[in-house]
């Protein structure tokens, strides 16, 4: 087995995904790290729509999740570099957090207390409306220097093709990438294509054999197979 740091690990769900959903994830890390280590922050999926639903409104509700998250694991293992383990949109809440500057009037500074920050699947380039009030909040206060603070590794599997005239799948992941970019003729994970989770400055990784979406019966980032796949960014 791959010998991983142990650093306490906090997992942040995807958009419009719950805590629960995450459970497999945190079963697989388990193998690597005690179970004690990790932790999934309790997002639910209130926290991303809001009521009256107000989407505009989600990363300000997650972040208040995460930040109790980060503090209760803080306090069970003080002065130790936290990991957090982002999935989809939940990377891009994660980066906005971590920045530490005024985000729709909520801002955090516990975000140094984090060592690294891997997200799984995460686009950091995209045209989808609520997703690129994150994305140009981060492009806007994202500076070199904030890579010296937290690593970032950006995974992302490119197992799916987009393509208009090919197969059902082919096709489906055509019309999914196409939503995040204007090209959808790419790889991706099958729901979010490759090219838009390459962030500048961090550590880009690119596997083979992952899905996007944390549903029964499929290999995604984590499943016992998608976990051995980037484990070693940990």
Not at 58 to 67: A, C, F, G, P
Request: hydrophobic fraction near 40%.
């Amino acid at each position: 087995m791959i010998a991983v740091p142990q650093n306490p690990v906090v997992i942040i769900p995807g958009v419009l995904f719950w805590d629960t959903l995450y459970d497999t994830m945190k079963e697989a890390l388990a193998r690597y790290i005690p179970q004690e280590r990790v932790a999934i922050a309790p997002v639910s999926l209130f926290d991303w729509i809001g009521f009256p639903p107000s989407p505009e409104r989600s990363t300000n509700r997650v972040m208040k999740v995460l930040d109790r998250a980060i503090r209760k694991m803080e306090q069970k293992f003080p002065d130790e570099p936290i990991t957090l383990v982002a999935h989809s949109g939940g990377g891009t809440v994660a980066m906005v957090y971590l920045l530490e500057k005024p985000f729709q009037g909520d801002v955090y500074h516990h975000g140094r207390s984090v060592g690294k920050l891997i997200t799984l699947g995460t686009p950091f380039h995209t045209h989808e409306h609520y997703a690129k009030i994150k994305t140009d909040f981060i492009v806007r206060h994202l500076q070199a220097d904030f890579f010296l603070r937290c690593h970032v590794v950006s995974v992302v599997s490119d197992k799916y093709y987009g393509n208009p005239c090919g197969s059902f799948v082919e096709k489906m992941c055509f019309q999914f990438y196409k939503s995040v970019l204007e090209d959808g003729k790419v790889s991706g994970d099958g729901i979010v294509p490759a090219k838009s989770c390459f962030l500048e400055g961090a550590e880009n990784v690119t596997i083979q054999d992952a899905e996007h979406l944390p549903t029964p019966h499929t290999r995604w980032y984590g499943t016992k197979e998608g976990v051995n796949q980037w484990i070693q960014c940990l």
